[in-house]
């Protein structure tokens, strides 16, 4: 009795803030969370969402928020924060959270009210139990709802965590704060040119982005800022401003970044040039070129800047030519190097006294030479960054897998027991600091960059020397090329593949409409007399190397390599998809109820089984690509007949206004046309050939996939028609992968899980680190095996680490390696 009085008064609920421990100190808080000092306090500030518990004061120093999954039906429980923020100078804030247990939750939100509408960000506490700092930069928060009225003017701070399980836990929040130091660089976004709305008006957030990711890449400390907030005061204490697209600049803005150049501040601006970004440069706008193919990338000049790359590659399809003024005393750094190969001549960067032109939008991205570029050119506008560039790689050697330095990584992996070669490599690792610190302390900026650089390459490798490679392991790659990799044949890449550790290959060879190697089923690609069979030439590889192929099909999407007469006679015939809005046809889909259509998907599949050796077979695109598709009319004849009902307003009464009875119909008849194309591809190749292995890649959530994209995978998984199945788990958060796998083992039935590794749609697409801890989970969970996305470049950067620890008994350091 008094345990429930005690919970009635939401006292039992601060107890189960009692074992949370003190959060860390921190500084650079926000001054209206430095004010909340009492329960009164929390109850003026918080506001819980409907049915979320309220937030709760604890002594200590934090708010306790905790959570109710198991009674209320709420889709998440959400947490109003009244603070009057201006964050137009931040990077974006910070604050200590815990979170007793992940499990409960799919993903967490965070928000902030500007105006009438909502920045939006997500956050993923990594660890349960413990208090961990979560930084969100505000160009992670890209997306918003309703109408912003920019980053001076917000409210409020809204945190909700979306419900999986139904299950109760308890999070708390501490430290709320700016992010990171003082920004030295600004970001311009064109947010007065996307305001207008139009085509182009995402372009300009996704090309700021593209800055300020490099920027990071680059360990620089920047913020984003809107073109309508700059003001003298904003560019206070900025070396550099750049203006990543910028059709046109509000006559404030002119005038205050007139003003910043003035006084010595640097811009570096690309592609657009209006007049009034002309006289800040000092370079003259002369017209536009746009070569046949494009170009490849940008070439350094004789007149090119200190540690500018020779070549950095870059595929642009125009430039804006900029011509010197006199007056600017301007150089061209770099030319375009056309898609052969060529000197194009046209100028790429143009270097003036008041800063640089880059002839197309920054696209960035993982390449090494990219990011070079980039240090370099800010290196020559602003020279002190070459010190602080310096400073920062220096700090960061040995930063690797939680370690926070290299004494710590020593520390960290002798409970390891490293075998030599790791320890060999510490301790060069040790030596390189050494001599990069030396080079700081004299001065010499980028070679301390470059040592420090290699130091930290050392010390990564020692890393990945003391991971433990697993036996008998399906360790697979899907390839979305039909040649392999870029530049290499198939026998080229499956060595490759096979040398670092991997034996499974899922080769794209066919979609919807479009088959690379010779078919009685499906139309052949253009270049098949020239290129040849793609589908032999990788099975040979695979049989040499003694890797298994398991075909890849992308299902019912025809694809762009699809002839065009073959996409007409489809669309001709009423073969193609429709969804509902305004009627615009999906001429890329099949429609998955035509009969002849799903003949054509099995057949196709069939084709393979019977003509090729192959391990195995994959669906890909098994589905519909959303709730709103195929409204043809052969859907509406055919769900007639199915239900024996008219359907006077189509689609509009599948809605209808009965009980629901009509949507459920609808949803099993969608569903049925997908899995009687597994159904049967799966029962009739293994009457073809018993031992071929029937797999799936899939979305990640069947309860709710079954629904919108009619993909019953679970089902599917029941009924014996796959062997194994891959949930293309695609997400940077190690929490959130395993969340994924822990609540998927129980839809596999007697399949295996071998799960989608999301390499390269990583936020870091070559961290090496971050695969060898997402294979670890897996092997944590008892799967077996994996699948990475994609063999590509991505790959080719990231192997050679797997190969040190991860998959090394069946690499080149097996007779080396010591935990046989
Ligand atoms: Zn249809």
Redesign the pocket.
């Known amino acids: 009795m008094k345990k429930t009085i005690l919970l009635a008064l939401g006292l039992g609920l601060n107890c189960c803030g009692i074992d949370i421990d003190s959060p860390p100190t921190a500084g650079h808080l926000l001054p209206a969370w430095g004010a909340i000092k009492s329960p009164s306090d929390v109850e003026r500030l918080f506001r819980s969402g409907q049915d979320t518990p309220k937030a709760i004061w604890s002594d200590r120093g934090f708010v306790i928020l905790p959570v109710n999954f198991s009674e209320a039906r709420h889709q998440r429980v959400t947490w109003d924060i009244k603070l009057d923020i201006d964050l137009r100078m931040a990077k974006g804030v910070q604050f200590d959270f815990f979170c007793r247990d992940p499990r409960p939750f799919s993903s967490f939100s965070l928000y902030f009210r500007s105006g009438k509408g909502w920045y939006h960000g997500e956050f993923t506490p990594e660890r349960k139990g413990v208090w961990q700092r979560i930084i969100i930069n505000k160009s992670d928060m890209q997306r918003t709802e309703g109408h912003v009225a920019g980053w001076g003017e917000v409210d409020t701070m809204r945190i909700s965590g979306w419900r999986l399980r139904d299950e109760d836990t308890v999070c708390a929040i501490a430290n709320l704060g700016f992010a990171g130091g003082k920004a030295e660089i600004l970001v311009v976004r064109a947010d007065s040119v996307a305001a207008k709305g139009g085509s182009e008006a995402k372009s300009f957030s996704h090309y700021a982005e593209a800055v300020s990711t490099t920027l990071d890449s680059l360990d620089m400390t920047s913020a984003q800022v809107s073109d309508l907030d700059l003001t003298p005061q904003i560019l206070d204490g900025i070396s550099l401003a750049v203006l990543p697209y910028n059709p046109s600049l509000p006559p404030e803005a002119t005038a205050a970044l007139k003003k910043f150049t003035a006084k010595g501040g640097r811009l570096l601006a690309c592609y657009s040039l209006p007049q009034e970004i002309s006289d800040l440069i000092g370079v003259n706008n002369a017209g536009s070129a746009v070569p046949d193919g494009g170009f490849s990338g940008f070439s350094r000049t004789t007149q090119g800047v200190r540690a500018q790359p020779n070549f950095a590659p870059q595929k642009s399809w125009r430039t804006t030519l900029a011509k010197t003024t006199e007056a600017s005393q301007g150089r061209v750094a770099a030319t375009w190097t056309d898609s052969q190969g060529a000197d194009t001549g046209h100028p790429a960067i143009t270097i003036t006294e008041k800063g640089a032109f880059i002839g197309h939008v920054w696209m960035g991205g993982p390449d090494t030479a990219t990011t070079a570029l980039m240090r370099s050119l800010i290196g020559e506008m602003v020279p002190a960054f070459w010190r602080q560039t310096a400073e920062k790689a220096l700090s960061n050697i040995g930063a690797v897998g939680g370690a926070t330095s290299l004494d710590n990584l020593k520390e960290i992996l002798s409970a390891a027991k490293p075998p030599l070669a790791a320890r060999r490599e510490l301790s060069k690792a040790a030596s390189l600091r050494n001599r990069a610190q030396a080079l700081y302390e004299v001065g010499e900026w980028d070679k301390c960059f470059a040592v420090s650089g290699q130091a930290s390459d050392t010390a990564l490798r020692a890393w990945m020397m003391t991971r433990k490679p697993q036996r008998d392991e399906h360790r697979a790659f899907w390839c979305h090329s039909a040649f392999g990799l870029r530049g290499k044949d198939w026998d080229a890449s499956i060595r490759f593949l096979a040398e670092n550790g991997f034996n499974v290959i899922l080769p794209n060879m066919l979609w919807g409409g479009v088959a690379f190697y010779p078919s009685a089923v499906l139309p052949e690609y253009g270049e098949l007399p020239e290129k040849g069979d793609q589908l032999a030439a990788c099975l040979a590889a695979c049989k040499k190397h003694g890797v298994k192929c398991h075909v890849w099909k992308v299902n019912w999407n025809t694809g762009h390599n699809a002839p065009d007469d073959f996409v007409q006679r489809m669309v001709a015939e009423g073969r193609v998809?429709?969804n509902s809005e305004a009627e615009t046809s999906d001429r890329v889909w099949l429609?998955p109820?035509?009969p002849a259509n799903q003949e054509l998907e099995v057949e196709s599949m069939l084709e393979i089984v019977r003509k090729y050796p192959v391990d195995g077979i994959h669906f890909d695109y098994i589905r519909y690509p959303g709730l709103t598709a195929?409204?043809?009319q052969?859907?509406r004849q055919r769900f007639s007949e199915k239900t024996g009902r008219e359907f006077k307003r189509w689609p509009d009464d599948l809605r209808g206004n009965d009980d629901g009875a009509v949507w459920q119909a609808w949803l099993d008849f969608r569903r049925a046309s997908i899995d009687a194309v597994v159904r049967r591809v799966s029962t009739e190749a293994r009457k073809i050939r018993p031992d071929i292995q029937v797999s799936a890649a899939v979305f990640r959530n069947w309860p709710i996939d079954r629904d919108t994209i009619g993909q019953d995978w679970k089902m599917w998984c029941e009924q014996g028609w796959l062997d194994f199945v891959c949930p293309m788990n695609y997400v940077d958060s190690n929490a959130v992968f395993l969340n994924m796998i822990a609540t998927q083992k129980d839809f596999v039935g007697k399949a295996r899980l071998y799960p989608g590794i999301g390499l390269s749609c990583w936020k870091d697409s070559r961290d090496p680190v971050k695969l060898a801890e997402q294979i670890e989970i897996t092997r944590e969970q008892g799967l077996g095996g994996f699948t990475v996305f994609n063999f590509d470049a991505n790959a080719e950067a990231v192997l050679p680490f797997m190969r040190l620890g991860v998959t090394a008994e069946t690499g080149w350091r097996s007779g080396m390696w010591p935990f046989k």
């Open positions: 998809q429709r429609c109820s035509h195929c409204h043809c052969g859907c």
